[in-house]
């Protein structure tokens, strides 16, 4: 079945879709295209306010996750399915969540069978509904004899640990704090949005890390608190980014701590999981090399590689995660680890919109 995976995350860099072949078990990415926000939607998800705008704004990305999925077919060939995450703009771990992108507008353009509203059910189960990604890490990275740790750094960072011949059960995974959420805002506001992330790291290079700020962020008990745990704007959006600013410190100096802080949390929770092994990174984060650096430091003597040298897109593989998912919902089978998101049950993901 071929089926086209959409995301856009919290990072709010644009849409992903990835085009995949699901036979079986064997996963083949087709391809993969974005589809960059432009400025003044960014600014309008990050400004959602009212039940009017919010119902607006749900029905005009739905039609723009549409066009993306029709750019990405016109590429590579006519999909079956679509998996949809949507736009998240509220998730509070094991209570509720909310990701917008009308899935009708996008069955009804596209002319396929949407897949959507993946995280509700998981929540409804008694879960965290995140992260939902850790299935499709173990499908895709376990190893008979190696323990493997899969990072993603989005706009919120999240680890997968995979135990040599791992059952799904034996999986542990959680999101550890922030990814590039409070580093992109940073640099947008330094650069007056001429840029919308930190380019190779290069201002973060430029800086130096405030350690008194750092230890002050990673006192936060989250970063302690035992998984199952999820994250999201709530945390790490427009107060944090305001409490960072009042330090007074230069714009340079507070990216350069942003980006040490979301090494440093994903280093404490790998600690968390006493995990060792090959670290395997995927998400934008992996093409800042100094965030790559403060990583190494904070983790010396651990393989840390991209998952490019897996064979996974690090900048595709949420998209083909949410097609992996949208197919075992199409099968009517669960798709939720329950030793990752803390639900009662495994449970079907989603909802379908023939």
Known sequence: MRIAGVMSGTSLDGIDVA??????????????????????????????????????????????????VRRAVRRYGPVELIGCHGQTVYHEGGRNTLQ????????ER?????????????????????????????????????????????????ITVIPPGARPEEVTAFDTGPGNMAIDALVREFTAGKLNYDRGGKIAASGTVNRKLLDELLADRYYRRKPPKSAGREQYGAEFVARMKASGLAMPDLIATATALTAATAAIGIAQSRAGGELIVSGGGVHNPQLMAYLAAFLPGMAIASSTNYGIDPDAKEAIAFAVLAYQTWQRKSANLVSATGARSNVVLGEITP
């Open 100 to 107: 917008i992108g009308s899935a009708a507008v996008i069955a």
């Open 19 to 68: 085009v995949v072949e699901i036979r079986g078990r064997r996963i083949e990415t087709i391809g993969f295209q974005t589809t960059p926000y432009s400025n003044e939607l960014r600014e309008r998800i990050l400004a959602v306010n009212g039940p009017g705008y919010l119902s607006h704004l749900n029905f005009e990305l739905g039609e723009r996750y549409a066009q993306a």
């Open 110 to 158: 596209c002319g396929v069978p949407v897949v959507s509203n993946f995280r509700a059910r998981d929540i409804a189960a008694g879960g965290q509904g995140a992260p939902l990604v850790p299935f499709v890490d173990y499908l895709l990275f376990r190893h008979a004899r190696r323990r493997r740790i899969a990072l993603n750094i989005g706009g919120i960072a999240n």
